[in-house]
């Protein structure tokens, strides 16, 4: 069979990639909105609702923690940027706030009793643009948007008991747009978002169960990320250049899969490690199949001629 030629491989490779990054964001889109809850949840109504009753958009996130609703709801309710930030990714949120230099964020590791009764209204969230509108201590905090966003936003934090020493945390959008917003820039926008509130809600679950972040826990994942994204280029780039390279465009697709995990899903800190090893694995192994079946074809020749 007569070798491809490296533009040839690289349509292959281009191609085989750009399916994966669909069918990745296709699964993503399709779970996020209700992503955590159960139908029973997403259905029923909650604090707020009234306020956008045509939303174009609605999201109903949840999940379960293992602590009391009295030692959840604390953490609720000093969210905001000029308090306890929203305990996600700290240099995105950060990188957001350098557009307009009016805040600057650093997440909480403890409950201050000075943040637990902001006034309504009035304390804001995201700097001037969302603000507390209301909240029932013990129970819920729930943001509106302000005259600065040109739409109709609550954002909801609502946690119950399951039993004594369990929670159920629900976080709830709707969003009305004063335009026809074309359905997938929306989603596609939103999505990004989604990151953050992933990590919000997991960063909220592991504070009130006591499991406060180590120091450069961020830069570590940070670090993880663009490791598995180098990694992944360099075998797209060995596939391309090498004729018999099809284990590195096996080891790329790995990666691109791996990059949704960890930046949509956020798995705890070993597993994120364990993903980063199995993908070096493959990639050890791509780099070597060039020298390994040459060693061998060698050996072979030596005892043809011996």
Known sequence: MKPQKPFHRFLIGAAA???????????????????GSTPEEAARALPGDEMVT?????????????????????????????????????????????????????????????????????????????VIHDYQPGQWVMATA??????????LWYVEPVTADTSRLIVRHRIAFPFEAPKGLVNAVFTTGYVMERGMILGIQSRAEGRLPFAGQELLGALIWLLVFGMGVACAVRFVRVPD??????????????????????????????????????????????PFRRWMAARSAAGAHS
């Open 146 to 155: 302000t005259d600065k966003l040109p739409m109709q936003w609550t954002w």
């Open 245 to 290: 390279g099809y284990h590195a465009l096996g080891v790329g697709l790995e990666a691109i899969v791996v990059l949704f995990v960890l930046t949509y899903l956020q798995p705890p800190m070993l597993v994120r490690v364990a993903l980063l090893l199995a993908v070096a694995a493959g990639v050890f192994i791509a780099f070597r199949r060039g």
């Open 54 to 130: 045509n939303p174009d958009l609605i999201w109903n996130h949840a999940v379960t923690i293992q602590a009391p609703a009295e030692a959840v709801y604390p953490w609720l309710a000093q969210i905001g940027d000029s308090r306890a930030a929203f305990y996600s990714i700290t240099f995105i949120e950060n990188t957001f706030c350098a557009t307009s230099g009016e805040c600057r964020y650093t997440n909480a590791n403890q409950v201050r009793p000075e943040w637990q009764t902001p006034e309504k209204d009035r304390q804001g969230i995201i700097m001037d643009y969302m």
């Open 17 to 35: 990639a750009l399916l994966v990054v669909v069918i990745g964001f296709s699964w993503i889109n399709a779970l996020i909105p209700t992503w």
